[in-house]
């Protein structure tokens, strides 16, 4: 058995071998739309001693390339199994949507309207940074509903509404910038997340939230749920000491074991192309969307309102999807490969997602991350290929890439949500070299004033 094979131990039971270092065992106990587990994870191994193993979602967007029509039916799913799930309602076009979900996306379907009924008014929350999409693509399918992701970015002379800290990861402080009115109310909270394994950090958010702006409802929504029974009770016991309900909604729960073998060498990834000369396109996006009064401690340029992070109402959404669609259109006219990867950075995903849901066939999504994976090529690991680079919003984070196999596309758009400066992209154009995609367009929602020239980085 190679280190990278599932044992498939009866219909509920894997065991999963991850670089002959960690072997996971699964024990699915809830699958309420039968979804093959294949089709929504694999697995990694983490370069992180506080957790050394990853779900790599297939439908996320973030570690692994989808079509990105998959990600936003990810949160339509998430909505229908939530109505089911809490609200004792189930959605009419639910096998429909299931047989969507299931059958190979070619750019053909259509996404629902708005199918979550006007008298459920909660307020939703995507956790940043690999959930901002998921929940604003769970948000969209709501009639009648907030939202706003957590965001880990300081922002220059703004004070958050709400922080929390996220213990296991390389990133640990949430950030809440928001106007309290979204929040100062008895509205029903749903946080939304890829993947919940103990809940700590959806139980961090419960309290610091409950302290100050207490209600008596709040639902987690993941993809996937392992909550062992110890981290169950420890819910219960939250529940019970704030006197509040907390309803949980997944696609697939069940419980995880972990066995650990020997110890990976922790490393990280750098490139090692001898230099050579790559042109950028710039394209401007900012007349498309608006800016905001805010800006990050690291630059002057404006943060824009329709990624949620300042906060949206269900009324915004549709001329959010208006504008997704212009730009898209402006993009597709801009395409030259049949082979496209459109890629988010950090928490920019949903609107990058969105646009590339729209730019045609052969279109491909996903994002840049902060989490250092172990890198190996073998068929099935979860990070197959991999770079790495400074952030080009703030050179002093590291970030990655992961799963870009060399010479499979034709050509690259790079979505940033703000202008960046061109000398601090020169690490990551010199580390694409790897991916053998000689056409690059970096994509800025919002600028600075005057002319953007191409860039040209020569090495």
């Not at 139980?203 to 029974?229: G, M």
């Not at 905001?292 to 959404?317: A, D, H, P, V």
């Not at 590339?356 to 999504?365: I, N, P, Q, R, T």
Request: net charge neutral.
């Amino acid at each position: 058995m190679n280190n990278t094979q599932t044992s498939t131990l009866s219909k509920k039971k894997y065991v999963f071998h991850i670089l002959n270092s960690l072997d996971v065992e699964i024990n699915v106990l809830d699958n309420p739309y039968e979804l093959p587990i294949e089709d929504l994870f694999t697995m990694a191994a983490r370069i992180n001693k506080k957790r050394s193993f990853l779900f790599v979602s297939k439908v996320l967007g973030k570690h692994i390339p989808i079509n990105p029509e998959k990600g936003l039916l990810t949160g339509a799913l998430l909505a229908a199994r939530f109505l089911e799930r809490v609200k004792g309602i189930t959605y009419k076009e639910r096998d429909l949507l299931l047989k969507q979900y299931n059958q190979k996306i070619d750019g053909s379907n259509r996404l629902p309207e708005p199918f979550v009924p006007s008298k459920f008014n909660p307020v939703i929350i995507g956790f940043a940074e690999t959930a901002t999409a998921l929940g604003h693509c769970f948000f969209e399918f709501f009639q009648n509903a907030s939202f706003f992701h957590t965001t880990r970015e300081v922002l220059f002379g703004s004070t958050p509404s709400i922080t929390f800290e996220e213990e296991h990861s390389h990133a640990t402080s949430h950030r809440c910038y928001i106007s309290e009115d979204m929040i100062n109310n008895e509205r029903e909270i749903i946080l939304v997340d890829d993947e919940i394994t103990t809940g700590k950090t959806a139980l961090n958010i419960i309290k610091s939230i409950h302290r100050k702006f207490p209600r008596k409802e709040y639902t987690i929504v993941s993809i996937l749920d392992w909550r062992s029974d110890e981290s169950r009770n420890q819910f219960a016991e939250v529940e019970k000491n704030l006197d509040i309900k907390i309803n949980g909604v997944s696609l697939l729960s069940g419980n995880v074991r972990i066995n650990q073998t020997k110890e990976l060498k922790e490393g990280y990834l750098e490139s090692e192309e001898k230099c050579q000369e790559i042109m950028a396109e710039t394209i401007d996006l900012s007349s498309f969307f608006t800016d905001t009064s805010y800006t990050s401690i690291s630059g002057n340029i404006k943060y824009i309102q329709e990624t949620g992070r300042f906060g949206l109402n269900s009324i915004e959404n549709e001329a959010i999807r208006q504008k997704a669609s212009k730009a898209a259109a402006y993009l597709k006219e801009k395409r030259k490969g049949k082979r496209t990867l459109c890629l988010g950075t950090g928490e920019f995903m949903y609107l990058p997602m969105k646009i590339a849901s729209e730019m045609g066939l052969g279109v491909f999504y996903q994002s840049t991350t902060r989490s250092p994976i172990f890198i190996e090529n073998l068929e099935g690991y979860g990070a197959r290929y991999g770079m790495s680079f400074p952030n080009p919003d703030e050179p002093s984070i590291r970030n990655f890439v992961y799963n870009i196999e060399p010479g499979y596309y034709d050509e690259l758009f790079l979505f940033f949500e703000r202008e960046v400066e061109l000398k601090n992209l020169e690490p990551f154009l010199k580390a694409w070299k790897k991916t053998k995609i000689d056409s690059v367009k970096l994509v800025f929602c919002s600028r600075k004033r005057g002319e953007y020239h191409d860039y040209c980085n020569s090495r």
